[in-house]
């Protein structure tokens, strides 16, 4: 009985702070949206990711580190005291989010390796690559992109190869290659896993900052911006654009504006200022101090959140 108490308030408690820090989250995103960004893309893409997913972290972190630590300290073992309707409630509530977050993830996967199989039957290596190969692909696939979570690859169609010079081609490979090293189909599958309602709009923002990340990744002179913009441009008029893939990332995909949008970017490009770099810094600062705030007042936490969970079982 102990241990049955222990895991419906774990999960009660979980899913109160996942579903509380996921409405603060939409409330605050939507005041933060139309102010100018100050950070670099890639910045404010792990920026917006570590948005997105601080409801999971934060419920993770209360439920492990304070929830169940305080009950097992402080609850005696001996008592038996039922527990009331709303702590069953939560709890299966809570495991009817992970049932639904485990089957959308695994239902995206499942497509995914559909569609990459069907790209990639009968596909040659063009450059097998120590850790990523890259893969020449029919027109049934984008015109370039990014696939695989485990086994990650690149693959690039007939019309692209055809279409881009070699300097266009290496620089959008580049772009391909910072997708690779940023997990971005990863971060997508994790997205998959959270589903939540009134998100979106967090996560098509995450997912234009990803795209402009990956530029930044791929270019580092005016020249590869400009042949960057060049790709874009003949592959985006060549090719029709292709919704955003659940778990790849295409070069050049829907919305038009998107495209734009990049393109008017690397044409503008230039180093990157300090100022991202400060930015950097004072996020880390604050979290640095939010952490050694919880390890100093950690025992006073501990009684406080097992009063909590004693008012939640009442």
């Not at 917006?48 to 005696?76: K, W």
């Not at 393109?263 to 770099?277: G, T, Y």
Request: glycine share 6%; aromatic share 6%; hydrophobic share 55%.
């Amino acid at each position: 009985m102990f241990a049955m108490r222990g895991i419906i308030i774990s999960l009660g408690v979980f899913v109160l702070v996942y579903c509380g820090v996921s409405v603060a989250v939409q409330l605050t995103w939507r005041k933060l949206r139309p102010r100018e960004p100050r950070l670099s893309a890639a910045r404010r893409a792990d920026a917006l990711f570590a948005f997105r997913m601080l409801p999971l972290i934060s419920a993770i972190f209360v439920t492990v580190a304070l929830a169940l630590p305080s009950f097992l300290i402080f609850e005696p073992h001996s008592i038996h005291e039922r527990v009331g309707v709303i702590p069953v409630a939560l709890a299966v509530f809570a495991l009817a989010l992970v049932l639904v977050g485990a089957v959308k993830g695994t239902g995206a996967l499942r497509r995914a390796s559909r569609v990459i199989a069907a790209w990639t039957e009968n596909a040659p290596i063009v450059h097998a690559g120590k850790a990523v190969p890259i893969l020449q692909v029919s027109e049934k696939a984008p015109a370039m992109t990014a696939a695989g979570i485990l086994r990650r690859k690149v693959l690039v169609s007939e019309t692209a190869a055809a279409l881009l010079t070699t300097d266009e081609l290496q620089v959008a490979l580049r772009h391909e290659m910072a997708h690779v090293r940023r997990r971005d189909n990863l971060r997508k599958l994790l997205l998959e896993c959270v589903a939540f309602p009134g998100m979106r709009g967090l996560e098509a923002a995450w997912l234009e900052a990803g795209e402009l990340a990956a530029d930044e990744g791929a270019v580092s002179t005016a020249e590869e911006a400009l042949d960057l913009a060049a790709a874009l441009i003949k592959l985006s008029r060549a090719i029709p654009l292709p919704p955003p893939g659940e778990l790849t990332a295409a070069l050049v995909h829907s919305p038009a504006s998107l495209v734009d949008a990049r393109v008017k970017r690397l044409l503008a490009w230039n180093e990157e200022s300090a100022s991202s770099r400060r930015s950097a810094m004072w996020w880390a600062i604050s979290a640095g101090a939010a952490v050694l705030g919880v390890v100093v007042s950690y025992g006073h936490l501990l009684v406080h959140v097992h009063a909590a969970t004693e008012w939640l079982v009442r």
